[in-house]
């Protein structure tokens, strides 16, 4: 069975700072994986997503992501951090076989300090 | 464009009471989806429909009822309310199961159980 770890669960940041938000997955075969951002009282929004190809994916609002499957890794990152970017963050993997049935990892709530 | 709508949007249930989680939505999806939300848990599939007539059950079905009604609409039911139910719900849609692609979400449904 598939799953996800984000290991930090709460993270402050300076406004303008770098962002790094860690995602782990366990799945057997090549994962698709995703980055969604809930802001509060909202539904959750796709940032980006990995499904092949390039390493290195670009998304909205300036984040990117990087997959290594060595470390099982998908990790989110933003140079430079604004006051909106304070939400709760989630990873998710999916399998090709398995339809959209996505799993979700805990996720991580970002604080931003002016 | 109202994409995902989710009724009502917020809820209070005594134990033993019955309640209907409406979802609708208007891009002609084909699957949709309903997840809860807890804390430090991420989202959890409770039921999915990949095609209009068709629903299977998630990690988290046991409490739950769904029905798909027709391609728009998705409903979430549940029978004898508990605690445990307590919970932010929800629902999502993606243009079809085929390939694990973007899943769009509404704005939750919050239900507190007594």
């Known amino acids: 069975a598939q799953s996800v770890t984000q290991p930090d669960i709460h993270i402050t940041v300076s406004e303008g700072a770098s962002l790094e938000l860690r995602c782990n997955y366990s799945?057997?075969?090549?994962?698709?994986l995703f980055w969604y951002v809930q802001s509060p009282g909202q539904g959750l929004q796709l940032l980006l997503k990995y499904f092949s190809g390039d390493t290195l994916v670009q998304g909205i609002k300036g984040f990117e992501a990087e997959f290594k499957r060595s470390q099982s890794s998908f990790n989110l990152r933003k140079p430079s951090v604004h006051w909106s970017d304070a939400a709760e963050y989630f990873c998710a993997v999916g399998a090709s076989t398995a339809g959209n049935k996505l799993t979700f990892g805990g996720g991580t709530r970002v604080l931003v300090k002016p | 464009n109202a994409g995902v709508t989710q009724t009502p949007k917020f809820q209070v249930l005594k134990t033993g009471q019955s309640m209907t989680l409406q979802c609708a939505q208007d891009m002609n999806h084909n699957s949709m989806y309903w997840y809860r939300q807890d804390p430090g848990m991420g989202l959890r599939l409770i039921y999915y429909s990949a095609s209009e007539g068709t629903t299977d059950k998630g990690e988290v079905p046991n409490g739950y009822n769904v029905s798909r009604l027709n391609k728009r609409e998705f409903s979430l039911r549940l029978e004898s309310a508990a605690p445990s139910q307590t919970s932010v719900y929800f629902c999502?849609?993606?243009?079809?199961?085929?390939?694990?692609?973007?899943?769009?979400f509404g704005e939750g449904s919050r239900l507190t159980v007594l």
């Open positions: 999502a849609s993606s243009e079809g199961a085929r390939r694990t692609g973007e899943l769009f």
């Open positions: 799945y057997g075969a090549t994962p698709y």
